[in-house]
């Protein structure tokens, strides 16, 4: 299961000790928060949620000795099975650092995304990752080799890498 900070409370000025907290990353249910939405205008969408209104709870407090907490288990029922659950998770899916790496490398030497996701589950068997979380960290490397500089920016920067112009 991947539990993930549902609430954090770090401390205050009153001397309360640091609580946090802790849920399944798909407890709770969608709500939509677009304002200003009338019936009528409200259109069908083909779209889903992770959100499957799992109850699971549990919270964590900081004690006054050393730095130890107390977990408490406010519920620990889940409404779906832990199987499904991890390959679902989006946190299960990331890509380690290695990864990433290899992702990039490969990218530069124009290898189609099919068979970077073959190369990734090959060395390593428990990936989960999806088609998704390549095009994903692929448009991540490019947003950040582009450094949200326009094509001609790009274009007179490498020229001038390259000692093309003046």
């Given at each position: 299961m991947?539990?993930?900070?549902?609430?954090?409370?770090?401390?205050?000025?009153?001397?309360?000790?640091?609580?946090?907290?802790?849920?399944?990353e798909w407890s709770g249910c969608y709500r939509d928060t677009r304002k200003n939405i009338r019936p009528k205008e409200k259109k069908l969408k083909l779209t889903g949620t992770k959100k499957c209104?799992?109850?699971?709870?549990?919270?964590?407090?900081?004690l006054?000795?050393?730095?130890?907490?107390?977990?408490?288990?406010?519920?620990?029922?889940?409404?779906?099975?832990?199987a499904v659950c991890l390959e679902g998770h989006s946190y299960a899916r990331r890509l380690s650092h290695k990864e990433t790496s290899l992702?990039?490398?490969m990218s530069n030497s124009n290898v189609q995304p099919r068979e970077?996701?073959?190369?990734?589950k090959q060395r390593n068997s428990e990936n989960v990752s999806t088609?998704?979380?390549i095009y994903n960290a692929r448009q991540r490397h490019k947003v950040f080799e582009k450094a949200w500089r326009s094509e001609m920016q790009l274009l007179l920067g490498q020229l001038a890498v390259?000692?093309?112009?003046?």
């Open positions: 991947v539990i993930v900070v549902k609430k954090p409370y770090m401390g205050g000025t009153h001397r309360k000790k640091p609580r946090l907290t802790l849920t399944c209104d799992s109850s699971f709870l549990l919270k964590a407090k900081k006054d000795t050393n730095d130890d907490w107390t977990l408490i288990v406010i519920c620990g029922m889940h409404n779906h099975p832990a992702l990039v490398d970077l996701l073959v190369t990734l088609m998704k979380t390259n000692k093309y112009i003046e």
